[in-house]
């Protein structure tokens, strides 16, 4: 609680951060451009297992240098709000000193949320919408989008947030070409 009471966050390595000298997370640029692919494609519709397979096929390396994605990292990345510069405490806790063991915090303690704790890889927008598409896929994708999103096929194009049009596999095709993964 003192911790939290004089804003010390404790952050974990994560993928596309460094800590600076004084624990602060700063941007890792080559790892930043996995995290944003990872969120551009969920956006584009792909699974975390679709994600997965795509990082290990094109060479990605994992936070701790493994070459073979998971869903669940995938998951995880997806879920963490650190990527859109917040930072949530207390995720969980630890009842006992006794035993160690960890649970997830679902109101027992105080949470505590820092927004724009430390510069953001993906916007709060995007992050928001990836929030909004996981949840609904939890229910069969019945009730958030229109039904021409849901069903459609992995068209070659499609508009991504009104701004701006990707081409997710001209983008996979920079991105190899940009880590040394092929053309």
């Given at each position: 609680e003192m911790r939290f009471s004089h804003g010390i966050v404790l952050t974990p390595v994560l993928l596309g951060y460094d800590h600076d000298d004084e624990g602060h997370l700063t941007i890792n640029t080559d790892e930043a451009k996995i995290v944003r692919l990872i969120f551009f494609l969920y956006?584009?519709?792909?699974?975390?297992?679709?994600?997965?397979?795509?990082?290990?096929?094109?060479?990605?390396?994992?936070?701790?240098?493994?070459?073979?994605?998971?869903?669940?990292?995938?998951?995880?990345?997806?879920?963490?709000?650190?990527?859109?510069?917040?930072?949530?405490?207390?995720?969980?806790?630890?009842?006992?000193?006794?035993?160690h063991k960890s649970?997830?915090?679902?109101?027992d303690r105080t949470q505590h949320r820092w927004k724009d704790r430390h510069e953001p890889i993906i916007s709060r927008d995007d992050f928001i919408a990836v929030q909004q598409l996981i949840n609904n896929a939890k229910y069969g994708n019945k009730g958030i989008l229109p039904e021409e999103i849901i069903n459609r096929p992995f068209a070659e194009k499609m508009f991504f947030r009104a701004s701006y049009e990707i081409d997710i596999e001209e983008e996979t095709k920079k991105y190899k070409a940009l880590v040394g993964g092929g053309s």
């Open positions: 956006l584009f519709g792909y699974t975390c297992q679709e994600i997965a397979d795509t990082l290990t096929e094109i060479g990605c390396e994992t936070k701790k240098g493994n070459n073979v994605w998971n869903p669940g990292s995938i998951l995880q990345i997806l879920r963490n709000e650190r990527y859109c510069g917040d930072v949530l405490t207390r995720k969980t806790f630890t009842p006992s000193y006794l035993d649970r997830k915090n679902m109101g």
